[in-house]
């Protein structure tokens, strides 16, 4: 198994900023490959916000582009979502995804979510 922790959130006012972090560990040796970030704020389905594959390819949602920036650490098992110029409906729980494989599935390539953490932008 691949354990996915995020960290970062809190309260802002409009117009600042968050950086969200994303720690993938196992016990067991594995391999990390496209990364993300997926929010859902309450009454709404989840949706996607930026991902980032292995290759350092990047995708973002429309409502973000231009505020928002994905990055990987230089340990590989890390992820950002730098988050600039906050608005209101920014608001929402943000999940950290990761696709990983590890020995304990025999190497079989599975879809890992975080826990969430919440971004309130609010004054």
């Known amino acids: 198994q691949v354990q996915l922790m995020e960290s970062g959130g809190g309260l802002v006012q409009p117009g600042g900023s968050l950086r969200l972090s994303c720690v993938a560990s196992s016990g067991r040796s594995f391999s990390i490959g496209a990364m993300g970030w997926y929010r859902q704020a309450p009454g709404k389905q989840r949706e996607l916000v930026a991902t980032?594959?292995?290759?350092?390819?990047?995708n973002y949602a429309d409502s973000v582009k231009g505020r928002f920036s994905i990055s990987r650490g230089n340990e590989r098992n890390t992820v950002y979502l730098q988050m600039n110029n906050l608005k209101p409906e920014d608001t929402a729980v943000y999940y950290c995804?990761?696709?990983?494989?590890?020995?304990?599935?025999?190497?079989?390539?599975?879809?890992?979510w975080g826990q969430g953490t919440q971004v309130t932008v609010s004054s």
């Open positions: 995804n990761a696709h990983a494989s590890d020995d304990s599935t025999d190497w079989a390539v599975r879809n890992y």
């Open positions: 980032i594959t292995g290759g350092s390819s990047t």
